[in-house]
């Protein structure tokens, strides 16, 4: 599974962003899509998923604020941001948590694929 992020920026506090992140490869063994974020010195911290049935859950700081969309085929995944805080400022990265390893050998087991990362920057 690739991942392929854009999107991203920079943008005052209170403006909007939208993040993109399209899946290739293997994308029907993709079982659930999500973005993370890490900001300088911080732990990376999940944002969003969004699983293939669904289902969706947020960070609870970011609830209310962001919306997590995937397509019905699991190929593109976006974030859409709005009322963008500072504290939001971090390197943004798509995951897929997938039932095919590396080799593109399908398992039960879930293996986890991550996107490039792209800078969100929310000046105050």
């Known amino acids: 599974v690739q991942l392929v992020e854009s999107g991203g920026g920079l943008v005052q506090a209170g403006g909007s962003l939208r993040l993109s992140c399209a899946a290739s490869?293997?994308?029907?063994?993709?079982?659930?899509l999500g973005w993370y974020r890490q900001a300088p010195e911080k732990e990376r911290e999940l944002v969003a998923f969004?699983?293939?049935?669904?289902?969706?859950d947020y960070a609870d700081s970011v609830k209310g604020r962001f919306t997590i969309t995937a397509d019905n085929a699991q190929t593109l995944v976006s974030l859409e941001m709005n009322n963008l805080k500072p504290e939001d400022t971090a390197v943004y990265y798509c995951?897929?948590?997938?039932?095919?390893?590396?080799?593109?050998?399908?398992?039960?087991?879930?293996?986890?694929?991550w996107g490039q990362g792209n800078q969100v920057t929310v000046s105050s």
């Open positions: 490869g293997s994308v029907r063994s993709i079982r659930a």
């Open positions: 969004v699983s293939s049935g669904g289902r969706t």
């Open positions: 995951k897929a948590k997938a039932n095919v390893n590396s080799d593109g050998i399908y398992s039960n087991d879930l293996f986890g694929y």
